[in-house]
């Protein structure tokens, strides 16, 4: 052992080893393992940038027709693969979110309105005793903020130590995985989406029934 790096922040990867390929090599010769003598890729450097293509054209050409055909390519072409894979990855998870939220919204929606229809008694006995439609308006809207808020509390809290789950157990697919304040204030935001969206048809009818409506439901 050489040494051990660390990482200058937290989105360093540290899951690296680097290591000398005859010693490995020797050892799966020992073990009878049949990746012995094989290769992944190789890195081949170049004095000049504008030789990348020729270079690369020039290995692929002498490797053509043998049992290891080989695929060429500088190294930003190569990172930029991984990042055109996880982008897809990414914009799957992106969809079933949006879909999630509109569910959301339409379960929350159909909370608030059964909750409005069940009290339209005690919103018209509001009004009567004095309250008006602003104060009934606040009662139906804040309820709607509360459930969606405490929502989102809930789903923050337990959203780190899911991070660090899923980064433990997929770490050599995404060895760097972290929750991002954007993120936190997206979800906010989403929550105060879902309040505003379940919350302001309901806020609507309970404002504006009338006394002897309401109490006649009540009768």
Same mark, same amino acid.
């Given at each position: 052992?050489? =040494? ?11 899951? /690296? ?16 393992? =049949?990746?012995?003598? /094989? ?31 080989t695929i060429t390519e500088t190294e930003k072409a190569f990172q930029l693969g991984f990042v055109a894979m996880t982008s897809a990855i990414v914009s799957v998870i992106q969809v079933v979110s ?14 608030? +309105?059964?909750?409005?229809? *069940?009290? !339209? ?15 009934? #308006?606040?009662?139906?809207?804040? *309820? ?18 899911? +991070?660090? !789950?899923?980064?433990? *157990? ?9 929750? *991002? %304040?954007? %993120?936190?204030?997206? +979800?906010?935001?989403?929550?105060? #989406? ?9 806020? !609507?009818?309970?404002?504006? !029934? =009338?006394? +002897? ?7």
């Amino acid at each position: 052992m050489r =040494g051990i790096y660390v990482g200058r922040d937290h989105t360093i990867d540290e899951t /690296q080893f680097l290591f000398h390929w005859d010693y490995l090599n020797e050892a799966l010769k020992i073990m009878g393992h =049949g990746w012995a003598d /094989q290769t992944n890729f190789y890195i081949v450097g170049v004095k000049r940038p504008d030789y990348a293509a020729t270079v690369s054209d020039t290995i692929d050409r002498m490797f053509k027709n043998s049992y290891a055909k080989t695929i060429t390519e500088t190294e930003k072409a190569f990172q930029l693969g991984f990042v055109a894979m996880t982008s897809a990855i990414v914009s799957v998870i992106q969809v079933v979110s949006f879909v999630v939220i509109v569910i959301i919204m339409a379960v929350a929606a159909n909370t608030m +309105a059964m909750t409005t229809r *069940e009290r !339209i008694g005690e919103y018209a006995t509001l009004k009567s005793l004095g309250f008006g439609p602003r104060h009934i #308006a606040t009662l139906v809207f804040g *309820e709607s903020a509360v459930i969606s808020l405490s929502g989102y509390a809930l789903g923050i809290a337990l959203t780190y130590p899911a +991070a660090e !789950i899923f980064r433990k *157990e997929l770490g050599h697919f995404f060895p760097v995985f972290n929750v *991002e %304040t954007g %993120t936190i204030v997206f +979800a906010l935001l989403a929550a105060l #989406a879902v309040a505003i969206t379940a919350g302001i048809v309901p806020t !609507i009818r309970a404002a504006g !029934i =009338g006394i +002897a409506d309401g109490l006649r439901r009540m009768g």
